[in-house]
């Protein structure tokens, strides 16, 4: 009988021992894995089209964006993205034009680098669309496929927050822009952001 109660006594002490092995296993996972951020802050983007022609070529001074990313393991993640920039004035690319609006959404899967100071690289895809105003009067909007590869790094200022710098490529598919030489297609812009960051758990 005491060697059933000495056997029943071990195995409890393994089960118990096993139990905690795997909730302290969890737990280092749980902290490998990247947090739950959202970030949002000023962007610039630098517009081109033509294939480089200097009458195509502007700059957006007022931006801002959205985007949120949470773990999926150790150095891999999702990432989802919302922003918008602005000009009104004269552009080089259309005299006609004096006021262009972009708007950009996308998803995608981010690698990061665990450390204090955390750099990261992007993949998404998603729509790009534009709002013009030519001669007074709103032209159609028109939208098109984008994909958008870059990077950046966050720098942590407190438990919770940050600091964010980056910069991104993107590569608007459209068929057509407006008139004038720009009609070859495509929307290749240069995005830099600066922003905080908020870490949600």
């Known amino acids: 009988m005491s ?7 071990d195995m409890w002490m393994v089960a118990v021992a096993g139990v905690l092995t795997v909730l302290a296993s969890s737990s280092v996972h749980t902290q490998e894995v990247p947090k739950t951020d959202v ?7 630098r517009v081109s089209r033509c294939g480089g022609m200097a009458l195509c070529k502007d700059s957006l001074p007022a931006g801002w964006y959205l985007d949120a990313s949470g773990g999926i393991s150790r150095m891999f993640g999702w990432v ?13 690319f259309n005299p006609g034009v004096s006021k262009l609006n972009i708007y950009t959404y996308g998803v995608g899967v981010r690698v990061s680098a665990t450390s204090t100071v955390t750099p990261f690289a992007q993949f998404l895809v998603g729509g790009i669309r534009r709002e013009l105003t030519i001669l ?7 939208a098109a496929f984008m994909i958008d590869i870059g990077g950046g790094v966050n720098i942590p200022a407190g438990t919770r927050w940050g600091m ?3 910069i991104d490529y993107r590569r608007g598919f ?10 070859l297609g495509g929307m290749n812009n240069v995005r830099v952001n600066l922003g905080a960051v908020v870490s949600l758990n």
């Open 80 to 92: 989802g993205l919302f922003d918008g920039s602005y000009k009104s004035g004269a552009f080089g």
């Open 39 to 45: 970030a949002f802050g000023y962007q610039w983007q």
């Open 174 to 183: 459209f068929e057509k822009l407006e008139l004038g030489p720009e009609n």
């Open 164 to 166: 964010r710098i980056g």
């Open 3 to 9: 060697n059933i109660k000495q056997l029943a006594t």
């Open 136 to 142: 007074g009067s709103a032209a159609p909007d028109t």
